[in-house]
């Protein structure tokens, strides 16, 4: 399991990624919040019920996946961590390709070592950043929904067997 | 050597217990640590969960109340070292006088290490200490020599902790203002070196800025790796060039004088990075526990692996690992 940034990051298969880019690409903005905030909201529930995300109120965030030309703006409004309307910039933005968000999911790479070796960029409010970054670093994968847990577990398999 | 490994967080408390880590040293979520940044840091009940996860895999636990406080937030800082007791950790980490006459004078059963923020860097330093608050180790600044180690090592009142592994910077231990003079605020008495509030990264065709305060403090082409922009670190124009004035980013990594501590007497390695990831905490707990053991197995026959200088290498800042200050051919 030791991934190295700095080596070639294992990456989906392109027809997988153009096919999740079309999807992206094509889903009106409505659909996608429909689908992702019950989404959001049962993988974060702890950390909303424990006041983790109270940082993020009135603050947008973009995680931007930069092979996809795709950016995905969320917000927390008190109760639920949702997509809103990129109907302004982002206060904080975060950039990188999907398979550095992925290693980010899985917590196989440092996102410190990803940051320095220019594979993931941070542009805006850098406080806002840096609170996002610790507070999923601080995510115990105790807290997760089962099929969540489960996932990572499948998607690190893949990471060191893709590597 | 024990091993003493850095928590930021639970997922990093257990990961660093998970790797073999002897110690975790960890912080409140305040400015009474020297790494206060918005996230980071355990409340109670982290802090509840993390001490039963350590104890029960027989790894102690240290609590870091070591910035200096101000007149006005003195109760925060009590709060913190009454904290401290009454978790019953293994130690407290201080550096202020006041916090560690207080912690001597109310939790006298309250185990005492000097931090590396005490900057003690000579035995008569390390007797002070000793005498008046019975500190029972210091943990020794990034600016000794090999050579000086030893020599503190040898006449040394209390055991004594190196740092092994992690990012370096100017290192004016206690005292630096660098960060203030930029940003108001500093390591010493608000917990932070280079807020976050300042700093402003800007990708522009020239590379990647970043600011601190607006200031700029370097400009990453492609290809070369970027920091965090600290004021020591950055690069300045002087004179005709353009270059490290101050001191160049690298990161310290001392596996190849763990013989050498060793036969000095150090007692424990302490490895740097409470403000960094789980995945940071479990690559470099692991390399540094197999180390640790193999060196424990060979002795003198000690080498470092290859694989374990990889590793570190991909988590450190900078473009090297050094020796950093322990090497000093000139003495």
């Keep these: 399991m030791n991934l190295i940034a700095g080596k070639r990051l294992p990456a989906p298969p392109p027809f997988l990624k153009k096919m999740v880019g079309a999807g992206m690409r094509h889903c009106p903005f409505a659909l996608k919040k429909q689908l992702l905030t019950p989404l959001l909201q049962t993988v974060f529930a702890q950390s909303v019920a424990d006041g983790d995300l109270d940082f993020l109120r009135s603050r947008r965030i973009a995680l931007r996946l930069d092979d996809f030309g795709e950016c995905l703006q969320l917000s927390f409004d008190g109760r639920r961590l949702t997509p809103v309307a990129p109907t302004r910039t982002a206060d904080v933005i975060i950039g990188g390709n999907s398979e550095v968000f992925l290693l980010l999911a899985t917590r196989s790479v440092d996102p410190d070592a990803l940051f320095f070796n220019r594979r993931l960029t941070i542009e805006g409010d850098t406080e806002l950043g840096l609170a996002v970054k610790n507070w999923l670093d601080s995510l115990d994968e105790e807290q997760l929904p089962p099929w969540t847990r489960q996932l990572l577990a499948l998607t690190r398999r893949w990471q060191t067997h893709a590597a | ?331």
């Design chain 2, 1 to 331: 050597m024990e091993l003493v490994c850095p928590a930021g967080s639970l997922p990093a408390l257990k990961a660093a217990v998970d790797n073999g880590a002897d110690a975790v040293y960890l912080g409140f979520k305040d400015d009474t640590n020297a790494r206060h940044f918005a996230g980071l840091n355990f409340n109670d009940r982290t802090l509840a969960q993390g001490i039963d996860y350590a104890r029960r895999r027989g790894v102690r636990i240290f609590i870091a109340v070591n910035t200096y406080p101000q007149p006005r937030g003195w109760s925060r800082w009590q709060a913190a070292v009454d904290q401290a007791a009454a978790l019953r950790v293994d130690a407290l980490i201080a550096a202020d006088i006041g916090v560690l006459g207080y912690a001597a004078e109310q939790h006298p059963h309250l185990a005492l290490h000097l931090s590396v923020q005490g900057s003690a860097t000579n035995v008569e330093a390390l007797k002070f200490y000793q005498r008046n608050f019975g500190i029972r180790r210091a943990v020794l600044p990034r600016v000794l020599s090999l050579a000086q180690v030893r020599q503190i090592a040898a006449k040394s009142p209390v055991d004594l902790e190196v740092f092994g592994f992690g990012s370096l910077c100017v290192m004016a231990e206690g005292r630096c203002h660098l960060s203030s003079y930029v940003t108001g605020e500093s390591p010493n008495s608000c917990g932070v070196c280079s807020p976050a509030k300042a700093v402003r990264w800007q990708e522009t065709p020239a590379g990647r800025e970043s600011r601190l305060s607006d200031v700029l403090i370097d400009r990453f082409g492609a290809g070369e790796n970027a920091g965090y922009p600290t004021l020591c670190k950055g690069r300045f124009q002087v004179g005709d060039a353009t270059f490290h004035a101050l001191e160049e980013p690298t990161s310290l990594n001392t596996i190849d004088l763990l013989p050498e501590l060793a036969a000095a007497g150090i007692k424990a390695i302490k490895i740097e990075g409470r403000q960094r990831s789980p995945a940071y905490v479990a690559q470099v707990t692991s390399v540094w526990r197999a180390a640790l053991d193999e060196f424990a197995r060979n002795g003198e026959q000690f080498s470092p692996r290859k694989e374990w200088m990889d590793i570190l290498a991909g988590v450190s800042e900078g473009s090297q690992t050094t020796l950093g200050a322990y090497s000093r051919p000139w003495q």
